[in-house]
């Protein structure tokens, strides 16, 4: 009789053991989700985005519209939770399933953001271009001028100018005759004469 109580209590024992360590053990499960999920995840934080602006806006995959691709697009009052801005705080990063990592970058001009504390982060690499630009021979051959050589013209002396010369040549019939002024002369003193002549015949 003794030795059936003893094999009783022993299996009651294992059971009442048993299910202690199995309820320890979810209960220990259930703690540990619970303080995983209530704890922060690396470089989240509860900042938010709103875009403010009157069309959608792009998502890029890195601070930058020249360097970084578009990604995505937001619409007119679209949010997303901010992780982080650029040094130069001109782009958020944003969580963004679609993109590479699950991360996007949105222009700060464009969004309005939440009051908190966002963290600095670097840019992404850059995305290497996918065809290296060449220069067509043919096309740069055409922009091409070379000049020509051209001979100057040799520089030939005009003639010496020639002066010519005149000489006064009197006019036929004119050796002898007066000189019209002598003969201007002559009529002024005839011309007084007479009158003289006339005064004095009046007397």
């Known amino acids: 009789m003794y030795t059936i109580m003893k094999r009783h209590w022993f299996k009651a024992t294992f059971w009442i053991v048993t299910s202690a360590a199995f309820m320890a053990l979810a209960l220990g499960a259930s703690l540990r989700t619970h303080a995983l999920a209530q704890e922060p995840t690396p470089g989240s934080s509860d900042v ?12 890029r995959n890195g601070p930058g519209t020249v360097l970084y691709d578009i990604i995505g697009n937001m619409q007119p009052g679209e949010s997303a939770q901010a992780l982080g801005v650029s040094p130069g705080r001109d782009w958020v990063q944003i969580v963004f399933p679609a993109g590479p990592g699950g991360v996007g970058w949105v222009h700060t001009s464009l969004i309005s953001v939440s009051p908190g504390n966002l963290l600095i982060i670097e840019p992404p690499p850059t995305v290497t271009p996918r065809v290296t630009p060449t220069i067509d021979p043919t096309l740069a051959a055409a922009y091409v001028f070379e000049p020509t050589v051209t001979r100057m013209p040799t520089f030939t002396a005009p003639p010496p100018l020639e002066i010519p010369q005149f000489t006064a040549v009197p006019a036929a019939g004119a050796k ?28």
């Open 48 to 59: 938010v985005i709103t875009v403010n602006y009157t069309e959608q806006i792009n998502i």
């Open 176 to 203: 002898n005759s007066l000189p019209l002024g002598a003969l201007v002369v002559g009529s002024g003193i005839l011309g007084v004469s007479g009158f003289l002549l006339s005064l004095l015949r009046r007397r």
